[in-house]
């Protein structure tokens, strides 16, 4: 069966950075966009980051533009999102999720992807 398993969550001080990876099993990993979601208690998912197949593309939220960065080593089937310059509103459990190459997908429409893991939780301190 597939799954998504992701790693790399913790505590870090506002400004730091925190690296998460998501390790794909059972899928034909280079044929998924890949994306990164987040959610905190009460609010819906929310979009972070994603990538296409090949990693020739990647769409960000504004919220993370120029702060995060989304990658992906298809030889490893595992997919990146490099956290740099954090703020306490970045804490959340980040969620990777699979999809169809897709512009929905790759556009963060969450009902377009697939297969999901389990989360990481990642808290950013004041």
């Known amino acids: 069966q597939v799954q998504l398993v992701e790693s790399g969550g913790g505590l870090v001080q506002a400004g730091g950075s925190l690296s998460l990876s998501c390790l794909a099993s059972?899928?034909?990993?280079?044929?998924?966009?890949m994306g990164w979601f987040r959610q905190t208690p009460g609010k819906e998912r929310e979009f972070v980051a994603a990538?296409?197949?090949?990693?020739?593309?990647?769409n960000y939220a504004d919220s993370v533009q120029g702060r995060f960065t989304i990658a992906r080593d298809n030889a490893k089937n595992t997919v990146y999102l490099q956290m740099n310059s954090l703020k306490p509103e970045d804490t959340a459990v980040y969620y990777c999720?699979?999809?169809?190459?897709?512009?929905?997908?790759?556009?963060?429409?969450?009902?377009?992807?697939?297969?999901w893991g389990q989360g990481t939780q990642v808290t950013v301190s004041s």
């Open positions: 999720a699979a999809g169809p190459n897709t512009i929905k997908v790759v556009s963060g429409w969450a009902d377009y992807y697939t297969y």
């Open positions: 059972g899928l034909t990993f280079d044929s998924y966009a």
């Open positions: 990538i296409t197949w090949n990693g020739g593309s990647t």
